[in-house]
């Protein structure tokens, strides 16, 4: 009788089975099911970064026709910033801000630093691309805001994913779009809006994600709709695109990955490669 051993000589050539080869064939026994609401849950944080890219798109926009001054918007940005700079320590009663160990001296300390070097270094900022055509400007800023998308931490445990990355490139584009602008102010407003909404807004969508869920969603969807309803005074047919966009991303996306999910057909059985279960680390003392 075959016996599945290399230490006995037997009379089988070598890739011989037998039929009882099959019966530890599994299926499946690593796959992960998905429910729907939980991956619509999930796609949120793509819906909120596509839409930071279009409000900051179109908070300049604004600022290069002249329907936004400088000074209304540092103003708004100022105050959303405050709101949630006590949204953010309300969710979780301080508990975060204290295993930190970081003050709000402390926090009012870097975004003076900060405010103060963005404002100094305006000018600079400013002038730092007139020897590139405007034409170059737009299509570097549309490559580095597409390479923010993609390698932005939605939460996927991936190669791909580096923060670090995706907000350098996001900061490059704004100040590519800021030096079109036409004056110092517009330029050191737009850098500032830029790490509010690429860097500091991320931080309370991931806590509010983490602690309220429901809050999240509400947030989620509100943000989406600010989004559509400024994209629709500048461009009717681009905010039906936008929002058929984020459709696909929230609705259609999870339904075809709940679909595709059923089709899925991993077999496991004794040709995988041996896994070695016992602790060994005592040999390595």
Same mark, same amino acid.
């Given at each position: 009788?075959?016996?599945?051993?290399?230490?006995?000589?037997?009379?089988?050539?070598?890739?011989?089975?037998?039929?009882?080869?099959?019966?530890?064939?599994?299926?499946?026994?690593?796959?992960?099911r998905y429910r729907y609401g939980a991956?619509?849950?999930?796609?949120?944080?793509?819906?909120?970064?596509?839409?930071?890219?279009?409000?900051?798109?179109?908070?300049?926009?604004?600022?290069? #026709?002249?329907?936004? @001054?400088?000074?209304? /918007?540092?103003? %708004?940005?100022? $105050? +959303?910033?405050? =709101?949630?700079?006590? !949204?953010?320590?309300?969710?979780?009663?301080g508990a975060g801000r204290r295993e930190?160990?970081?003050?709000?001296?402390?926090?009012?300390?870097s975004t003076l630093v900060f405010a103060?070097?963005?404002?100094?270094?305006?000018?600079?900022?400013?002038?730092?691309?007139?020897?590139?055509?405007?034409?170059?400007?737009?299509?570097?800023?549309?490559?580095?805001?597409?390479?923010?998308?993609?390698?932005?931490?939605?939460?996927?445990?991936? #190669?791909?994913?580096? @923060?670090?990355?995706? /907000?350098?490139? %996001?900061?490059? $584009? +704004?100040?590519? =779009?800021?030096?079109? !602008?036409?004056?110092?102010?517009?330029?050191?407003?737009?850098?500032?809006?830029?790490?509010?909404?690429?860097?500091?807004?991320?931080?309370?969508?991931?806590?509010?994600?983490?602690?309220?869920?429901?809050?999240?969603?509400?947030?989620?969807?509100?943000?989406?709709?600010?989004?559509?309803?400024?994209?629709?005074?500048?461009?009717?047919?681009?905010?039906?695109?936008?929002?058929?966009?984020?459709?696909?991303?929230?609705?259609?996306?999870?339904?075809?990955?709940?679909?595709?999910?059923?089709?899925?057909?991993?077999?496991?059985?004794?040709?995988?490669?041996?896994?070695?279960?016992?602790?060994?680390?005592?040999?390595?003392?």
């Open positions: 009788r075959w016996q599945k051993v290399l230490y006995e000589r037997q009379p089988f050539p070598d890739n011989y089975v037998d039929q009882r080869f099959l019966e530890e064939l599994r299926k499946n026994v690593h796959a992960r991956v619509v849950f999930q796609s949120g944080a793509v819906v909120q970064q596509l839409c930071s890219v279009c409000v900051f798109v179109l908070t300049w926009w604004y600022m290069d #026709a002249g329907r936004l @001054s400088p000074h209304g /918007l540092f103003g %708004a940005a100022l $105050a +959303s910033s405050l =709101l949630g700079y006590v !949204l953010f320590d309300a969710v979780d009663g930190s160990g970081r003050t709000r001296w402390a926090d009012l300390k103060a070097f963005t404002y100094g270094f305006s000018p600079v900022l400013k002038t730092l691309t007139e020897s590139i055509s405007t034409d170059t400007i737009y299509a570097m800023s549309a490559l580095m805001l597409l390479g923010h998308l993609i390698f932005f931490d939605y939460g996927a445990n991936a #190669a791909i994913v580096s @923060s670090t990355l995706s /907000l350098n490139m %996001a900061i490059f $584009a +704004s100040v590519c =779009l800021a030096s079109r !602008l036409p004056r110092s102010l517009h330029t050191f407003v737009v850098v500032t809006f830029a790490m509010q909404i690429f860097a500091l807004w991320p931080m309370l969508q991931k806590k509010l994600k983490a602690r309220t869920p429901c809050c999240y969603v509400g947030v989620t969807v509100l943000f989406a709709l600010a989004a559509l309803a400024g994209l629709a005074t500048v461009s009717s047919v681009g905010a039906v695109l936008f929002a058929s966009l984020l459709l696909a991303i929230s609705c259609l996306c999870p339904y075809c990955l709940i679909r595709l999910q059923l089709l899925k057909d991993n077999i496991h059985g004794p040709w995988d490669e041996a896994e070695i279960k016992e602790d060994l680390s005592r040999f390595l003392m």
